[in-house]
């Protein structure tokens, strides 16, 4: 069973933008901690942002300034917009789902892809100079 789909992976530019979209049609995000992912070849899953039912969000370092995660709960969609890409953001992206409390974000889950229910299948971007 399929709970989470993202798309709008594709290759990008420097100086470019993207936006990646993850919707559901089995999870409502009013209840949920909403949270993305990264994983580069290679290289372990990386937590990359997170947002909260109330839409408090985080930011790993790598990313602050540069990415922006949002929602729309009427819509039951989750964005994550990419600017200024670097080639270290060349990666499969995936959104994931954690049922908590209030839908609230807590310290114990920032970025441990481990502390999440559902996930979805990614979707690839490329850096490209």
């Known amino acids: 069973q399929v709970h989470l789909v993202e798309s709008g992976g594709s290759s990008v530019q420097a100086g470019g933008v993207l936006r990646l979209f993850c919707g559901s049609s089995?999870?409502?995000?009013?209840?949920?901690?909403m949270g993305w992912f990264h994983q580069a070849p290679g290289k372990e899953r990386e937590g990359i942002a997170d947002i909260d039912v109330d839409g408090k969000t985080r930011y790993a370092d790598s990313v602050k300034g540069r990415f922006t995660v949002s929602h729309d709960k009427t819509q039951n969609t989750l964005y994550l917009d990419v600017k200024n890409p670097k080639p270290g953001d060349t990666a499969m992206y995936y959104c994931?789902?954690?049922?908590?409390?209030?839908?609230?974000?807590?310290?114990?889950?920032?970025?441990?892809?481990?502390?999440?229910?559902?996930w979805g299948q990614g979707t690839q971007v490329t850096f490209s100079s």
């Open positions: 994931a789902a954690r049922r908590t409390p209030g839908g609230i974000c807590t310290s114990e889950s920032w970025g441990k892809s481990e502390a999440y229910d559902y």
């Open positions: 089995t999870i409502t995000f009013s209840r949920y901690c």
